[in-house]
């Protein structure tokens, strides 16, 4: 079953999340699975629980269709995801958001980290990461921080990009997926 995927402005996206418990009453491998239905529908590379308006500590990454020589099938499920360490460089790249459909803008973020994580067979893993793949785990952490890409925008950027942030809150927005809006209009 695909989720629609919650749009800006929804209090979903800034809510506290929650640990995911091994014995809990959340099936996390038909979750995860449903999150990569989710996501590809949307063809996006990286989508968080609270997206789908569960405020849960997990997120799912693959970076396939971006053909990263360096992780050349990267597809995962982050569960528990705690980061660990950053370093490198700070990098400018420009992102999106599935829920924030139609604005891309640079973003600056550190170019390694080291990350630890359960997987949906409940095996704790520690990796590290650079580049893209490393960027789009910290977008994704950042979700479950309530934390958005647009939060790094300088004030005359967020001032600019007010009204289309309003639209897409009112579902004032064209997009080929399945989107829930905040303030649409019944
Ligand atoms: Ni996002």
Known sequence: MAYSIVAYG????RAQTREL???????????SEEMFETMQNASGVGLAAPQIGKSLRMFIVD???????????????FINPEILEESGEEWDFEEGCLSIPGIREDVSRYEKLTIRYFDENWK?????????????????YDHLEGVLFTDYLNGFKKRLLKGKLSS???GDVKVD???RFPKKKK
Do not use: C, N, W
């Open 63 to 77: 970076t396939t269709p971006m053909e990263d020589e360096k992780y050349p099938d990267f597809k995962k499920t």
């Open 168 to 170: 897409i809150s009112r």
């Open 177 to 179: 997926y399945s989107m």
């Open 10 to 13: 929804d209090p979903v996206l």
């Open 21 to 31: 418990e091994k014995d809990g009453d959340i099936d996390v491998k038909q979750l």
């Open 124 to 140: 704790e893993h520690i990796e590290s990461y650079e580049g893209i793949a490393a960027r789009i785990i910290q977008h994704e």
